[in-house]
């Protein structure tokens, strides 16, 4: 249910996105909404793809920023335009106004890709970010690494997509000095993926995730991190005479050049993927669950649920933790069953299947963690 301030700027939209003539019979506007973001659209499925890819962003956001932070006043409005009635340039534009609202306008075309989308839906999170904690100057000096990093590791972690192919070797020379890279802001026009590999570098230089979630929590606040990131990561190499922060940059883009050892998730954070996905209590549709998607399957709302997260079920199935792959697949089958419009004993047999999958998946998980603890003979 929007809120009242909601319903007025659903309203609006409307009026704006609907053709001036009053021909758009059946160009009714659709909503979705989580805690960070409502979206609304004029294409049911496309709305709900949308509110669920922004949940993903919020999760891998979530792993480097204060949770607490995210707990906005206000969310995000995103409205998704078809291309005759934008008027910006590019594909997507961000802005904030005052108390803290931010939009985000998204020119909803085919030429629009997995990336940019996710770079558009994780810059408007951060410049919500700055302005909940750091008041309505945030965006000021928001910077751009900590964007490009969360949005191309949101998208990363849907397609398996292993560093090297974010590096262009012929374009290696020109790769910004880690102090310009730190200045760059998110509104700079520049959408290059080296703030993602600033992520990975501090990874490899064995960074933990308290201390780059200390290091991105500085850079939102304003403050420059070079200092702070040369103590970390140049103590790890005291055997190199006067070592340099870029020296180490340039040594980790060419170190990420080489084919990636691990692409797959950890088989918690499979488990607590599938598991989000098959839990519709977070939905607007009240009392929808597993046992209900049969019955419900040709409401429109329903529907248009169900389809988004069958796509991102094939997005994602490449990093799924070989523990849970088979309860990735079961679920997907389970989606299609309801869209395809198999037999009802079909989607009772699928959803037998997915039921144990999934608890074959958490033994798995169980033994192997048992097996790793410390001490164990």
């Not at 294409?43 to 919020?58: F, M, N, P, Q, T």
């Not at 959408?191 to 992520?199: E, F, H, I």
């Not at 850079?219 to 040369?230: D, E, K, P, V, Y």
């Not at 248009?304 to 997260?309: D, M, S």
Request: aromatic share 8%.
């Amino acid at each position: 249910m929007l809120a009242p301030t909601g319903k007025l700027i659903v309203a609006a939209l409307l009026a704006w996105l609907l053709p001036v003539s009053g021909s758009g019979a059946g160009n009714e506007l659709r909503s979705a909404s989580n805690a960070q973001f409502e979206i609304v659209g004029l294409d049911g499925r496309s709305v709900a793809y949308v509110d669920e890819l922004s949940r993903h962003i919020v999760e891998v956001a979530g792993r480097y920023l204060d949770r607490r932070g995210l707990q906005f006043s206000q969310r995000i409005l995103v409205s998704l335009k078809p291309p005759e009635y934008v008027d910006f340039d590019g594909h997507y534009s961000v802005q904030f106004r005052a108390r803290g609202f931010v939009n985000l306008d998204v020119r909803w075309e085919s030429s629009l890709d997995l990336l940019t989308t996710c770079r558009a839906l994780s810059e408007a999170l951060l410049v919500r970010y700055s302005i909940f904690n750091y008041g309505q100057s945030g965006p000021d000096f928001l910077p751009d690494w900590p964007v490009a990093a969360i949005g191309t590791r949101a998208y990363a972690a849907l397609r398996s997509v292993p560093a090297a192919s974010m590096i262009q070797r012929a374009d290696l020379a020109a790769t910004p000095t880690v102090l310009s890279l730190l200045r760059r802001r998110w509104n700079d026009a520049v959408t290059d993926a080296n703030g993602y590999l600033l992520l990975l570098a501090m990874d490899r230089a064995g960074l933990d995730r308290r201390q780059v979630r200390a290091l991105i929590g500085q850079s939102i606040a304003g403050h420059n991190i070079a200092q702070q990131l040369a103590a970390r990561v140049l103590s790890n190499h005291p055997e190199a005479e006067n070592p340099q922060l870029d020296d180490w940059w340039i040594a980790s883009c060419l170190q990420l050049l080489e084919p990636p050892v691990e692409v797959i998730e950890t088989m918690e954070t499979s488990r607590q993927w599938i598991e989000a996905l098959a839990d519709f209590s977070s939905t607007e549709e009240q009392d929808l669950n597993l046992s209900r998607l049969w019955d419900l399957r040709n409401e429109p709302s329903t529907r248009t649920i169900i389809e988004a997260r069958y796509d991102i079920v094939k997005l994602r199935m490449t990093r799924v933790n070989p523990a849970y792959f088979n309860a990735a697949r079961s679920l997907g089958a389970l989606f299609e069953s309801c869209l395809d419009d198999a037999r009802r004993h079909k989607y009772i047999f699928n959803l037998s299947v997915y039921l144990g999958d999934i608890e074959d998946g958490k033994t798995v998980q169980q033994q192997v963690e048992a097996a790793l603890k410390p001490g164990r003979p």
